[in-house]
């Protein structure tokens, strides 16, 4: 602990490249950059069926929400990562259960459970004493206090969403496109929803202590808005999310080294620069063309 608190501070005393070069060796820094490169893959990955199935809200819900399962972890004295997982997928379950059982639009039954979450979190916040300081960082995020236990995490809800979306790629562009059709064509529709929506509801998770659940929802939604300006294609449209979630993560780690910036908001606003230049440049193309 004592450690952490050192490096902490050796991180905000950074002023020049030659600086970040030597924070580069301390284990903590890797473990960020190696974070956040699987976050930026991870959520450039799953992000790209989030932005096509319309789903950047839900996915900005099941953040939001996860303040109640951080509460409840510290006053059942859990640690909150393990009750955050949990937590995070029940509440993606049933809101998916919601929306497919009742006849209100999705955007509202998100609304009114969110909500709700909310109200308990609060609640739940109100009646923790000497805590205030590390619910702060569940708000905003630290990508420099991530672990290996959080690494392993990531890593295996990676490979988890790879293995189940990349192995059943084609059933998945055809229900992304049309789940009536999906649906005729004997692909079993609820199946690959409710499996989806728990592993996004997983990435959520993991990214929250990195980068915040205030801005989880930016890696999801990003870096796959950018690709698609860039690409109709969907396989092209993949890569490029991919690419663009993973490059703008390690950037943004640099950019908060170099100017003794916040890490989460620092890839956050690499990645909002990058969306910006991308629409820039078709608007400019196309006015050429």
Request: hydrophobic share 60%.
């Amino acid at each position: 602990m004592n450690l952490f608190t050192d490096c902490q501070i050796t991180w905000l005393a950074i002023a020049n490249t030659q600086d970040l070069v030597s924070l580069l060796q301390f284990p903590f820094m890797q473990r960020a950059i190696a974070g956040a490169v699987l976050m930026g893959i991870l959520g450039g990955l799953l992000g790209s069926f989030v932005t096509l199935r319309q789903l950047s809200f839900f996915s900005h819900a099941v953040g939001h929400a996860a303040l109640v399962g951080v509460a409840l972890g510290v006053l059942l004295q859990l640690n909150p990562t393990w009750m955050l997982l949990p937590f995070t997928l029940v509440f993606g379950v049933i809101v998916l259960y919601l929306i497919d059982k009742t006849d209100l639009a999705s955007d509202s039954v998100l609304s009114i459970v969110l909500s709700g979450a909310l109200a308990i979190g609060v609640i739940l916040t109100s009646l923790i004493k000497g805590y205030r300081g590390n619910l702060m960082g569940v708000l905003f995020g630290d990508i420099l206090a991530i672990d290996a236990t959080d690494l392993i995490l990531t890593l295996l809800v990676l490979v988890s969403s790879s293995i189940f979306l990349l192995s059943t790629l084609r059933q998945q562009i055809l229900l992304t496109l049309n789940a009536d059709v999906a649906q005729v064509q004997g692909i079993p529709v609820q199946l690959y929803r409710y499996g989806f929506v728990i592993l996004l509801s997983l990435a959520v998770a993991v990214a929250i202590k990195a980068v915040g659940v205030l801005l989880v929802n930016a890696f999801l939604v990003i870096p796959a808005s950018t690709a698609k300006l860039m690409s109709h294609h969907f396989t092209r449209f993949l890569v490029f999310s991919v690419t663009i979630g993973s490059i703008t993560s390690l950037v943004g780690m640099i950019v908060s080294g170099i100017f003794n910036l916040a890490s989460g908001p620092s890839i956050v606003l690499v990645q909002f620069l990058v969306f910006v230049a991308v629409f820039l440049w078709i608007k400019l193309t196309m006015k050429v063309a």
